[in-house]
């Protein structure tokens, strides 16, 4: 039968994590709490960065867009997930999951390539550092997401234009390309050279922008007290393990697909925030200060 007689999938069905209704329940309980706490933790990482003053640096501006874009990214598949467990509702659309994927996975590539060229900065040129102006850092974010966007456009595009006209089921928990053109009832061997080479581009120029930024500061190092080594391996360290975490082994297994939807939003607010002792005090004064108004609040209120 002609393809183009046939019928047009527009709605896909998930898979989901399992079928079994007792993990079902014990997955919603452990990934909600996961997403509350991912949320709660970036959203105060951002309140605390934009509202001290001391923390008007761009390491804190991109690690504040750091924090908006993993809630964002976190958002996208979560919550999704979240209502298939427990409402049994599986199907989507996919268009617009496929593209906000993309643009917050994209648009987190690159900013941790900025983060990694502004370390090799503050390392490598620590007097010029505190000249950096704001307004390029506000540029290059503009640019990060324009290019991110201009890249989910493609990989969306690309996608949804094939025909599909057979079966609808993704054997994951949310939409991405390689599932989703799997399912097209045609030859998708021409499509998939653009969808990978636009993905690989970003991909390996970013991390051999990351390779190169980190050679440079570990050669650096050589030259600096053993105080200032200790300060510069501290700060790079947390945004290397940020950076592992991203750039580690792709799967397409789900418990892999759920490390990397679910779990890394959580960890990069905790582990930048360990290892450094401005925001973990600017943090603390924030919540105590927080506290202390509820508290009073709380006592005019009974009285």
């Given at each position: ?5 046939q ?25 909600s ?104 850092c ?41 599932p ?42 050589r030259?600096?007290s ?16 940020v ?61």
């Open positions: 039968m002609d393809v183009l007689n019928t047009r999938v527009t709605q896909f069905v998930f898979l989901g994590l399992t079928d079994n209704w007792v993990q079902e329940i014990l997955f919603f309980m452990a990934f709490a996961m997403y509350v706490l991912t949320l709660w933790g970036n959203i105060l990482i951002m309140v605390t960065i934009v509202f001290t003053p001391c923390l008007s640096t761009p390491m804190y501006f991109f690690l504040s867009n750091l924090s908006f874009i993993d809630i964002c990214h976190s958002s996208v598949t979560v919550p999704k997930m979240l209502e298939g467990l427990l409402f049994d509702r599986k199907t989507i659309s996919c268009i617009a999951q496929l593209f906000f994927l993309h643009l917050f996975a994209c648009a987190e590539i690159l900013l941790l390539t900025i983060m990694a060229y502004d370390r090799y900065v503050a390392i490598c040129a620590p007097l010029h550092y505190p000249n950096v102006n704001m307004r390029v506000v540029q290059l974010v503009f640019v990060l997401w324009l290019v991110g966007t201009v890249h989910s456009l493609v990989q969306t595009f690309l996608t949804i234009r094939l025909p599909y006209c057979g079966p609808n089921v993704i054997d994951s928990y949310f939409c991405n390309v390689p989703v053109i799997k399912l097209a009832c045609t030859d998708t061997c021409l499509t998939g050279i653009p969808i990978v080479s636009n993905r690989g581009t970003i991909s390996l120029s970013c991390f051999l922008a990351l390779v190169a930024s980190y050679t440079i500061i570990l050669f650096s190092l030259k600096q053993a105080e200032g080594r200790r300060k510069a391996l501290s700060t790079c360290l947390a945004h290397f393990m950076v592992s975490l991203f750039f580690g082994p792709f799967s397409t297994d789900k418990l892999v697909s759920v490390f990397y939807t679910v779990v890394t939003p959580l960890l990069n607010p905790f582990i930048d925030t360990l290892r450094n002792e401005e925001i973990k005090s600017a943090m603390k004064k924030r919540i105590w200060k927080s506290l202390k108004k509820t508290s009073s609040y709380t006592s005019k209120k009974n009285t």
